[in-house]
């Protein structure tokens, strides 16, 4: 095989899984809804006991606004029970919880274990049937707990998502609109997954689990807490489901390089959970993870072939278009960090940006994790 040959299966083979990755996975699943829906029995009529399980860590910002939410939501209040475990909280978040001390559990740990050791503290003194896991800054719609809780009449499901909607993406966010896209992109690829079986992780802002299915991963240096304990729940032989009218807002992300460290961070405990269950990468749900996850934290790497194949090749009129493509591409992601680091807001670069930050992200999560291992420690980032 001499050098064109190789580098030209190179190219296509790049292109190929940038292409399926981000399209042609979502077309699978598309079709796949034709064949193999499956139908779940739900229930409208079924009010389980529910556990509000808020971890929280110096959230003294807006822990009070979630406990309200949390206390105003549509659902018998004599089946519902709201808890607030602090992490080693330094701030307020304590004194401010105290207030509603009586129609609240709060729970005041001293030694920071992060998100996953605060959820495994209470949840085991949860008096809920039905644990749902939500942060601290995830406002839920009304009606969201009962959309996730009728899914639990089929005794085949385990675990169920509800969707992140990312609200009032505020001027002096670099982030908002591509971060909103994300995760609209997100729910459509759950809710095609959860058509066939089980979606590809919870959202971590707004899931419930049975309480029977607790214990939950006990590695206290998980950091997605979501992806581990619905991975967790499928291991277990029940179905993830996802919601999209089980809503919980949040707001944008305000500064990129924050939002790059943060999801680096994020992405680094994926690879640790999959590390220590390699079990989950053999079974019938490996399609969907490698497909949904795997394959988008490789996507990176893919570019960078992709590139450097294209320039290589660039001699060969064949392949110029898709050279040209990237370099117009790679000059709209250039001008979105400038604007970024300079505040000008021009949204039709921020979704290239946006994109190419997150791609760059999962590859700086992997090196993170090489590096440094996994870090139990979680930090919202406003």
Not at 121 to 131: K, P, W, Y
Not at 160 to 173: C, E, F, L, P, W
Not at 247 to 256: I, L, M, Q, T, Y
Not at 353 to 379: E, H, I, S, V
């Amino acid at each position: 095989m001499d050098s064109y040959t190789l580098k030209e299966i190179l190219f296509f083979t790049f292109l190929f899984l940038i292409v399926y990755t981000y399209a042609g996975y979502p077309v699978v699943l598309y079709l796949a809804g034709f064949f193999f829906t499956r139908t779940r029995k739900t229930s409208t009529a079924w009010f389980p006991a529910v556990s509000i399980i808020i971890p929280a860590h110096n959230e003294e910002a807006c822990i009070e606004r979630k406990i309200k939410n949390a206390l105003e939501i549509d659902y018998p209040a004599d089946k519902l029970e709201v808890i607030v475990a602090s992490d080693a909280s330094t701030d307020r978040t304590v004194a401010v919880a105290e207030k509603y001390r009586g129609r609240i559990s709060l729970f005041d740990f001293t030694e920071r274990r992060g998100k996953m050791g605060a959820i495994n503290r209470v949840a085991g003194q949860a008096t809920g049937e039905i644990l749902v896991l939500t942060d601290s800054n995830a406002m839920f719609a009304g009606y969201t707990i009962k959309e996730m809780v009728k899914y639990f009449s089929d005794p085949r499901v385990g675990c169920v998502s509800g969707a992140k909607i990312i609200q009032n993406m505020r001027s002096d966010t670099d982030t908002g609109l591509g971060e909103s896209n994300y995760w609209k992109y997100e729910s459509f690829l759950k809710y095609g997954e959860s058509l066939t079986g089980s979606c590809v992780g919870a959202d971590g802002s707004v899931y419930a689990v049975r309480k029977s299915l607790y214990p939950f991963p006990a590695d206290t240096r998980i950091v997605m807490d979501d992806f581990a304990v619905s991975l967790s729940v499928i291991k277990q032989g029940y179905e993830c489901v996802f919601e999209p009218a089980a809503r919980a807002f949040e707001e944008s992300s305000k500064r990129s390089h924050d939002e790059f460290r943060r999801k680096g961070r994020i992405f680094a405990g994926a690879f640790s959970f999959l590390v220590s269950n390699p079990s989950v990468m053999v079974s019938p749900f490996f399609f969907k993870l490698f497909s949904h996850k795997i394959l988008r934290w490789l996507t990176a790497a893919f570019q960078i072939g992709l590139f450097t194949v294209s320039a290589l090749l660039y001699s060969e009129a064949a392949f110029r278009p898709v050279f040209g493509i990237q370099i117009v591409l790679y000059s709209c992601v250039v001008i979105g960090f400038l604007c970024s680091r300079f505040n000008i807001k021009i949204k039709i670069f921020h979704v290239p940006y946006y994109f190419t930050m997150t791609t760059f992200a999962q590859m700086y999560g992997f090196w993170y994790y090489l590096r440094y291992g996994n870090k139990p420690m979680w930090d919202k980032i406003r």
